[in-house]
C-alpha cells in the first residue's frame, strides 16, 4: 500500500543552507557585484580623485592669478603713462605759450639757454637753421584730454 504524505510540521520546514548574514533582499544596492556574471565594482581611490581635483584647482587659480598679474600690470603702465603725460603737461602749461595749441598738432619744447624758462614753439630744431636759439627738450603732441604725450625727448 502507499504510504499517506504526512503533513510537514514546524520541524520539518524548509532551512535555507546559506547564511542569513550573506544574504541581501536588495542586491542593487551593494557595493559589489553581487553574481559572478555582474559588474566588476571597484572601489573609488578617494585620495587619487582628491589629488587630481586639488592639482586641477591649483592651476586653474594659478592661471587666473597670472590673468590678474597682467590685468594689474597694464593698469600699472596706463597710470604711469598718464601720470608721465600730467607731469609734461604741467610744464608745457607753465611755459611760454605764444599760440593757441590745436588738438593731435605736433610741437615742440624748448628751454632758454639765458633763464631757463621753457618755450613751446610750431618750429622744429632742425627747422631753425645752423644754430638754434634754445635748448630742444622734447617733441610732443596736445591730446584730446589737454595733455601732452611725449613723441621724442623727454622732460
Known sequence: MAKKKEPKTDEQAFVNPIDKDKVTETPGLLPYAHTAGG????PEDKGRI???AMTAMYDQTD???????????????QAKSL????????????????????????????????????????IAPWEWGSKAPYEHLATVRLL???????MDGGV
Open 39 to 42: 559588474a566588476v565594482i571597484r
Open 50 to 52: 582628491r589629488g587630481n
Open 63 to 77: 592661471r587666473q592669478m597670472e590673468q590678474l598679474r597682467k590685468q594689474m600690470e597694464t593698469l600699472m603702465n
Open 83 to 122: 601720470n608721465s603725460r600730467m607731469e609734461v603737461s604741467e610744464v608745457i602749461y607753465q611755459s611760454e605759450i605764444p599760440f593757441q595749441p590745436v588738438i593731435h598738432h605736433i610741437y615742440h619744447l624748448y628751454q632758454r639757454k639765458s633763464d631757463g624758462t621753457h618755450l613751446l614753439s610750431m
Open 144 to 150: 584730446g584730454d589737454h595733455t601732452w604725450e611725449v
